[in-house]
């Protein structure tokens, strides 16, 4: 068998793009406006997501020689274009200039949560205040991870327990939650 024969197709992705220019610091403002709008822990992902300036270089099909602060690429299967597409509309209320364009490639997939830029309802809100109040809380975020499980929004969930533990790495009951969503996201 050839090796190519092994190697996965590429798949069709929209990068989401909130911003970029000629130097690092023109994408990084980019992030930081949006960031600044929003409770980033709505987009924030497990393994660290996105939310990162990038080299446009680095991406088939973008203009070449450009930073560009990504979001998000969210792998574009049938069933969820019109999660994109809501999750553009949301996304540039806060955005204007927020942008999506179809790439090919092998990204895994970093899509921030469909839901990420719609209004958190009464019952998140709390959780989130708390966020903005206390930021480097171990016990905010694990909270805010315990509340996401409960809601079945387990990848929402690792990401919070996952950065309680980087605030508190003893954390136990953000511990037990990550390994319970590990065991839960493997399923």
Partial sequence: MLASARE????????????????EAEAQAALDRLKAQVLWVRVAQPSGGFLAVEKS???????KGLYIAVLGLCARDAEVVEDIKRF?????????????????????????????FTPPDDEEK???ERIAKEP????????????????GRLTEADAMAGQALKLDPNHAEAKALAHLLMV???D
């Fill in 8 to 23: 996965p197709k590429p798949r069709t992705y929209d990068i989401i793009i909130v911003g970029g220019g000629k130097t």
């Fill in 57 to 63: 270089d680095d991406y088939p099909g973008l203009n």
């Fill in 88 to 116: 553009m509309k949301a996304l540039k209320v806060h955005a204007p200039g927020a942008y999506s364009k179809s790439i090919k490639g092998q990204y895994g997939d970093p899509c921030p949560p469909s839901g990420a």
């Fill in 126 to 128: 709390p959780f989130l």
């Fill in 136 to 151: 480097k809380s171990a016990e905010a975020f694990f909270a805010y991870g315990l509340f996401l499980k409960n809601q």
């Fill in 184 to 186: 839960l996201l493997t």
